[in-house]
């Protein structure tokens, strides 16, 4: 038997790399589906992290009981140990709290390195993990912020959990119900995504849980990737003023300069995301603030980047709104990403579950060799 060569892919682009049931992106309409439901109808004015980290992984709507089951599993699972905060404090002493909780989460791993003999625990340590990172973002903002450590509170959700321990006071009901929104929306986008295939690859190698995550943590940082949303905002701070935004905007197409916020290797239309984000900023962001400032220069930049780029199917992703709708909420720019993670830590673990049960395969690819082959060696007298 022969076997054909598979052709090179850059970016493995048109390579499939998993079975997956979790997410659907539907890149030419515009679609995002979690178990089949649009994230329109899963952001609705009750939904809740909770509730949809119960859809991921239960595959189906959770009833109330399941709802209240999943928040009392966050409540006691988001505990750390006294060492594990203080490391994570310490690591966001000198360091992007992006890279603290990629450290942080490292830490959280066991003294032993066997997860094959524990996979039957794969569901528990994950879900553990998404109510342990969420907790992390919190303590990092603390320190970073000066601030004592000053934990979860009883019968707080998720979403309230970071937003009071992130931004330092008592949130309201809307950023509360903001912050849900967006922690739904980020918390899964297919198999595909390059965090999400990180974790799936350090899954395939049987890694523990909190490697996976940890790894998938780095992968989020870059600013292709998860870090889009700090980077759209820092543009928009350096450019200041809306009137000024259309021309500097054009002048840094021109330059080839890739616009944070801007273009998908799936979708080739608006990011379905992005026009629920829109929604929540018309909701949330005040005139005369910031936001409102950057917001507009959001608008600025889908107008211009839309005009040139749009016959190429470059739209506005998630990434060009979300954060002035974070920063309408008080949280800070270097706080957009951590967030981020610990949303997408959900799809992370889901599909580090699916990774396992669909025989976990290790990811091997190959490679197109264009080096030297077979040079005589040179001792280190004749070099
Ligand atoms: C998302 C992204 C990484 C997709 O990458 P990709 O599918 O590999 O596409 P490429 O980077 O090869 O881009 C294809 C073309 O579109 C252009 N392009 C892509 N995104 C662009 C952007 N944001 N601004 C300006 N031009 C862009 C590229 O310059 C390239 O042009 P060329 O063919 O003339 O060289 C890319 O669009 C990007 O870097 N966007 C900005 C970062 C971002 O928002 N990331 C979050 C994604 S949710």
């Known amino acids: 038997m022969t076997l054909e060569t598979p052709s090179f892919s850059p970016g493995l682009e048109g390579v499939l790399i998993a079975e997956s049931a979790v997410s659907l992106v539907e890149g030419e309409a515009g679609r995002l589906s979690y178990r089949g439901y649009s994230i329109e109808d899963l952001t609705g004015p009750t939904g809740t992290f909770e509730e949809i980290v119960a859809l991921l992984y239960d595959g189906e709507l959770p009833t109330q009981t399941r709802i209240d089951e999943m928040r009392v599993l966050f409540e006691r699972e988001r505990a750390l140990t006294d060492d594990q905060i203080a490391i994570a404090r310490l690591a966001a002493k000198g360091t992007h709290p992006m890279f603290a909780l990629q450290a942080a989460v490292a830490t959280l791993g066991p003294m032993d390195n066997d997860f094959e003999r524990k996979v039957d625990t794969v569901v528990e340590r994950g879900q553990s993990l998404i109510a342990k990172v969420g907790h992390l973002v919190g303590v990092i903002a603390q320190a970073v912020d000066g601030r004592p450590y000053d934990g979860p509170r009883p019968g707080e959700s998720h979403a309230r959990m970071l937003v009071r321990m992130v931004t330092g006071e008592d949130p309201t009901e809307l950023q509360v119900r903001v912050m849900d929104a967006l922690l739904i ?7 595909g995504n390059a965090s999400t295939f990180t974790s799936r690859v350090v899954a395939s190698t049987k890694a523990e849980p909190e490697a996976v995550v940890s790894a998938a943590i780095g992968a989020l940082s870059g600013p292709a990737h998860g870090g889009a949303n700090e980077g759209s905002l820092r543009l928009f701070q350096q450019i200041g003023d809306p009137a000024k935004a259309d021309e500097r905007i054009s002048r840094l197409l021109d330059d080839k300069f890739k616009i944070p916020g801007f ?8 990011d379905p995301r992005s026009k629920v984000i829109q929604r929540l900023a018309d909701e949330v962001i005040k005139d005369g603030t910031p936001a409102a400032d950057h917001y507009q220069i959001a608008l600025t930049v889908e107008k211009v980047a839309t ?4 016959d190429r199917g470059l739209f506005p992703n998630v990434d060009l709104f979300s954060g002035c709708v974070f920063e309408a909420i008080g949280i800070p720019v270097d706080f957009f990403t951590p967030l981020f993670a ?28 264009v080096g030297e082959q077979h040079r005589p060696f040179t001792d280190i007298e004749g070099r």
């Open 185 to 191: 929306l980020q918390a899964d986008h297919s198999a």
């Open 263 to 270: 273009g998908h290797r799936v979708y080739h239309v608006k």
């Open 307 to 310: 005009e040139r780029l749009g």
């Open 342 to 369: 610990a949303s997408r830590t959900a799809g992370w673990t889901v599909n580090m579950q699916e990774q396992w049960e669909s025989g976990n395969r290790i990811f091997r690819p190959g490679q197109v060799y």
